[in-house]
């Protein structure tokens, strides 16, 4: 009878064990096979402050025929940004990513450890959804309350922008 009963056990979390693996795949977003809109060009763009500390990042710039659908975020090199309107021309959208070099170095590092008290903890990145190429992204929209993801790929890099330094003051 207790042999029967572990028999039991033993099926029933064999069971348990691969309906979870099998749910775990859901969880990945499904891309549509074709973006649901015209996309006339792609492209990223890295630049670098010119000051010490002023930051770097790559912009993708993503220009699109006239929509009914608002593009909401891109998913690039895995990091994930909300997607803006270029003020100067509705149908492009720009991606804003910050990138490690040139950013302001605000960690104190000290054998007391009271002096280190302010320094921010490292963020945990979540698991990025997709894989990718460096010259692919996907962007998100909705339809319908129904979030829903397309990719691009063989996105053109275009050269760095080395923003100049800032001049002598002058009094």
């Known amino acids: 009878m207790q042999m029967d009963f572990l028999k039991r056990l033993f099926t029933s ?5 691969v309906m979870a693996s099998f749910s775990q795949c859901s969880s990945v977003p499904k891309l549509q096979k074709e973006a649901p809109i015209s996309i006339a060009d792609v492209y990223y763009q890295e630049w ?3 000051v010490q500390g002023g930051g770097s990042g790559i912009n993708l710039f993503i ?3 006239d929509s009914d659908i608002t593009l909401e975020t891109v998913y690039f090199r895995g990091e994930v940004a909300k997607l803006e309107v270029k003020p100067s021309n509705p149908n492009q959208y720009i991606g804003r990513f910050k990138t490690e070099m040139n950013q302001p170095k605000d960690i104190i590092l000290s054998s ?15 698991k990025f959804p997709f894989e990718l190429a460096d010259n692919e992204c996907v962007i ?27 001049g002598p003051k002058q009094d």
């Not at 450890?113 to 979540?126: R, S």
């Open 63 to 65: 220009s699109v025929s």
């Open 140 to 166: 998100s929209y909705t339809v319908n309350d129904e979030i829903k993801y397309f990719k691009i790929s063989n996105i053109k890099n275009k050269p760095v922008i080395n923003y100049p330094s800032a």
């Open 112 to 126: 007391d450890p009271k002096e280190e008290y302010g320094n921010k903890m490292p963020q945990k990145k979540d």
């Open 13 to 17: 979390s064999i069971l348990l064990l």
């Open 48 to 50: 670098i402050a010119g």
